[in-house]
């Protein structure tokens, strides 16, 4: 990228099952606890300032509410306007749980809703943010690969490293939808027995994943914004690097291995690996980038796989892990005691393969 | 201000027709394409008609599973195919790692999600037919269009509503100019869908009469579909292939105007703001506006508040402005709009006249030095022209395009 300035992260926010914001999922995730499936019920205070969130799809409100905690932790003024110059929004499934009910509606000829169908356009989430937010500048709603879910985080990356937003908002965000269940079991990927039990990644005992839901947000901001404010940021997102090979991930493994050959090697590495699908493209990957022996990290085993949603969690994970938290390490990882920084990365089968590069600020 | 990118390639599927030079014979014809919806059952409704690209997909090319994908993508494929093939870069080149894809939809493959929705009913989950479920996931065109394409940089599939195909466009512009991409096929998609068609009908906005923007009648649009692309180059990139400039993107704007999720803001701010930008990052003043082509839905809200936009970026000058509006004629294409109507700009560029605007009879009093004409093309005096589309969620993104001297 062309005149690269880098991108720091000032705040960060979380929702999963085991905890509604980033404290209480760090917590609970090195408790040792796994819930899987959906966040319920999910009625949260956090959501303040959101009309009328029962009417909105369960994955605008996960956003909106790990939006609102990013944007405090950044020390942003949550009634003041265009505290950010844009925001990224991104799902893999968009608002799949409204879209299925007005479709069910239209099919039974029983009458759709017109409100469930405004609420179902893949653009809820970032229009509800500009909307509650009060936010005019560019509002842009992304759809992702399910396991490579870093089309957001790119342009809001792009965004802020460029000089052209001084401050951008980026969300991830995916809800749970009971009809993926027999999808994912049908591809042979979901992983059956107790709910007690989460994914095993990288684990030659492996079995696939569960489904879970959750959301992830992170404000990014310019070094001389932040430092105009005097935010405190938690880490610096130096790169994010890609490859698109579609139904080649061979070759988009060694496109990524090539763009990122030069990095230095990481202190924790969050890979998208689920004990399904992403591990076979992962482990070449990391090999060839001579990190195999990295400390890896991944919240999956505890909140299930929720796509664009567990992507932007990790990146927020990664964040507080470079600013100073300590993050539970996958068993069997090595330690985590050499290197710099995190990699946090993106896999899909289809060829679309992402790495962001986090450092200290 | 931005630096210019350059236009190498255009292709377009439309409800006028299939390719770039059926498109402009009935756009400047003044043609409407509206007819009773064939792709679905429209009994139900209380509109009946759409606007669906004739004699599709009964005319894509035989062979590489074309007919097995999801209709969205096979538009998508088709105006992608002719936009590369218009640029020179050929459709069979090997892997292209900084050419990248920028697809803007609404609903991607809703279609194939309502198949395998009404199986799921019918069936149950063990009955079900799932592969379709995994096609309705907006990502996978990109995929899909990535792949046969064999684009292999950096891509994006965007959902900003009506203003997607825009947004799509402009995005690739941003991505051109920081380096991230040399060349991009960008544009958007959209397939005709009962989804749609009674969303939008359970929201009143589907008309009975003809689509009439800024009309005094002025009652709602019909629906359409198709897809759009542009092929787009760093200049330096294009001059070093010896490729032929067909014009350039010289700026785009974008705005939220967080007030609504469908309604648009009254007094036009967020549409005035997109456009400002446009302007501000091709480095032109609002004098140097030769031709708009609208967003134009011929709903009473939305087009008050474009054209309160309009009024105030271009004062007393909107007299002498010519603007389109072409969804009277194609219907509202949604995620396609941004793109197909950005193609209807530049053609009218390159034919320098402002096509008619299907529908329109008699201007809203209220819309006070608004010159649109219904019933023929209007001569255009100068090289820029604007290009708008919003959306809900509140999304406005305008394009600023810029014709060849000469």
């Known amino acids: 990228m062309r005149g690269n300035r880098g991108a720091l992260v000032t705040g960060v926010g979380a929702v999963t099952r085991i905890g509604v914001g980033r404290r209480a999922t760090l917590e609970a995730w090195r408790g040792g606890k796994i819930a899987t499936g959906p966040i319920e019920p999910f009625e949260p205070g956090e959501l303040e300032g959101v009309r009328d969130p029962r009417r909105i799809a369960k994955a605008v409100r996960l956003a909106a509410c790990a939006a609102l905690e990013a944007w405090r932790a950044a020390g942003l003024e949550t009634d003041a306007p265009d505290a950010v110059d844009a925001v990224f929004a991104a799902s893999a499934l968009g608002c799949l749980d409204h879209s299925r009910d007005f479709h069910a509606a239209v099919i039974r000829r029983t009458g759709p809703s017109p409100m469930l169908f405004t609420e179902s356009v893949l653009n809820a989430t970032s229009g509800h943010l500009a909307i509650e937010r009060r936010l005019h500048g560019g509002a842009h709603a992304l759809s992702t690969f399910l396991y490579d879910g870093f089309a957001a985080a790119r342009l809001a990356f792009e965004a802020v490293a460029s000089g052209r937003a001084q401050r951008a908002l980026l969300v991830g965000c995916d809800s749970w939808i009971a009809e993926l269940e027999p999808v994912f079991r049908n591809c042979g990927v979901l992983r059956g027995g107790s709910e007690g039990i989460g994914c095993l990644p990288f684990s030659p005992a492996r079995e696939g994943f569960r489904l879970g839901e959750a959301a992830g947000a992170l404000v990014l901001e310019s070094p001389q914004a932040a430092a105009r404010r005097g935010a405190r940021p938690l880490a610096r997102v130096t790169e994010i690097v890609g490859a698109l090979r579609p139904g080649e991930p061979g070759e988009a493994i060694a496109a990524v291995a090539a763009a990122a050959g030069g990095f230095p090697a990481p202190r924790w590495i969050f890979p998208s690996a689920n004990g399904g699908v992403c591990e076979a493209i992962e482990e070449p990957l990391l090999e060839r980038l001579g990190a195999a022996r990295t400390a890896r990290v991944s919240i999956k085993p505890a909140i299930g796989e929720a796509f664009a949603g567990t992507a932007a969690v990790h990146l927020a994970f990664a964040a507080l892990a470079v600013g100073g938290e300590s993050v539970p390490l996958l068993p069997g990882s090595p330690r985590a005691d050499e290197g710099e920084g995190a990699w946090v990365l993106g896999a899909d089968p289809a060829g679309s393969i992402s790495l962001a590069r986090l450092c200290p600020p | 201000m931005g630096e210019p990118v350059t236009i190498t390639g255009v292709g377009v599927v439309s409800p006028f027709g299939v390719g770039l030079e059926a498109n402009r014979r009935a756009l400047f014809a003044g043609e409407c394409a509206v007819r009773d919806a064939r792709t679905f059952d429209p009994a139900p409704y209380r509109v009946k008609r759409c606007a669906e690209v004739p004699g599709f997909p009964e005319s894509l090319p035989e062979g590489k599973d074309l007919r097995r994908l999801d209709r969205a993508t096979q538009l998508g494929l088709v105006a992608g195919m002719e936009a590369l093939d218009r640029s020179g870069l050929g459709i069979t080149l090997g892997a292209r790692d900084r050419f990248g894809l920028c697809v803007g939809t609404t609903l991607g493959g809703m279609r194939s999600g309502g198949r395998f929705l009404a199986s799921y009913l019918e069936r149950g989950a063990e009955g079900a037919i799932y592969p379709p479920l995994l096609q309705a996931l907006p990502a996978h065109q990109t995929r899909d269009l990535a792949g046969r394409l064999r684009l292999h940089g950096p891509s994006l599939n965007v959902n900003d509503a009506c ?212 019933g023929r093309a209007v001569p255009i005096d100068g090289r820029v022209a604007l290009s708008n589309s919003f959306g809900f969620g509140g999304s406005c993104a305008s394009l600023c395009l810029r014709r060849e001297e000469g």
Do not use: C
């Open chain 2, 163 to 374: 203003a997607a195909g825009a947004s799509a466009i402009g995005l690739a512009v941003r991505r051109i100019r920081d380096g991230v991409l040399d060349v991009a096929l960008a544009g958007g998609l959209d397939p005709m869908s009962e989804y749609t068609f009674a969303g939008f009908g359970s929201l009143n906005l589907l008309t009975a009469d003809a689509g009439r923007p800024f009309d005094r009648a002025r009652s709602g649009f019909h629906l359409g579909e198709g897809a759009a692309f542009f092929v787009l180059e760093s200049g330096a990139h294009a001059r070093s292939r010896g490729a032929k400039s067909l014009g350039e993107i010289a700026g785009y704007g974008e705005a939220a105007e967080a007030h609504h999720l469908t309604q648009p803001q009254p007094d036009g701010s967020g549409a005035e703001a997109a456009m400002r930008e446009a302007l501000l990052d091709a480095g032109l003043p609002a004098a140097e506006v030769a031709h708009v082509n609208a967003h134009g839905t011929a709903t009473i809200l939305n087009d008050r508040s474009e054209y309160r936009a309009m009024r105030r970026l271009f004062g007393e000058g909107l007299a002498r402005l010519p603007v389109s509006a072409s969804k009277g004629a194609v219907g509202h294409t949604l995620g396609a709009a941004g793109a197909i109507e950005a193609v209807f700009a530049w053609l009218a560029l390159e034919e320098r006249r402002a096509p008619p605007s299907a529908g329109f009879r008699e201007a809203d009093p209220e819309f006070e030095g608004l010159s649109l004409d219904g």
